[in-house]
Nanobody
Framework: VQLQASGGGLVQAGGSLRLSCARSGRTFSNYVMGWFRRVPGKEREFVAAISWNGGSTLYAHSVKGRFTISRHKAKSTVDLQMDNLKPEDTAAYYC?????????????????WGQGTLVTVSS
């Protein structure tokens, strides 16, 4: 599975952005999909994950209530709606796919990764 993340940009604190992850190659309809982020010099951080049918989601505590993950079967995309953004959300955001059946936050369980899309939140 090849993944392509897009939608990053510069936004003021309190604003919103919507990231999208599109796939090419094999279908990822049976995959758990996740979003992670990384700030230079820091560990990669889990953000959100969604089950293959969209019925189960998981969020990092730091984004819960502000971010929403969703998947669109027809478009073969997984989106991350980010509202009420904060400067500490500034990072490169990556989407990833996992063949595990349950949503999870461990990056080790994700086998396919897209390139990052940069999100910058100004104060």
């Amino acid at each position: 599975v090849q993944l392509q993340a897009s939608g990053g940009g510069l936004v003021q604190a309190g604003g919103s952005l919507r990231l999208s992850c599109a796939r090419s190659g094999r279908t990822f309809s049976n995959y758990v999909m996740g979003w992670f982020r990384r700030v230079p010099g820091k560990e990669r951080e889990f953000v959100a994950a969604i089950s293959w049918n969209g019925g189960s989601t998981l969020y990092a505590h730091s984004v819960k209530g502000r971010f929403t993950i969703s998947r669109h079967k027809a478009k073969s995309t997984v989106d991350l709606q980010m509202d009420n953004l904060k400067p500490e959300d500034t990072a490169a955001y990556y989407c990833a796919a996992s063949t595990n059946s349950l949503v999870h936050s461990s990056s080790d369980r994700y086998s396919d990764w897209g390139q990052g899309t940069l999100v910058t939140v100004s104060s």
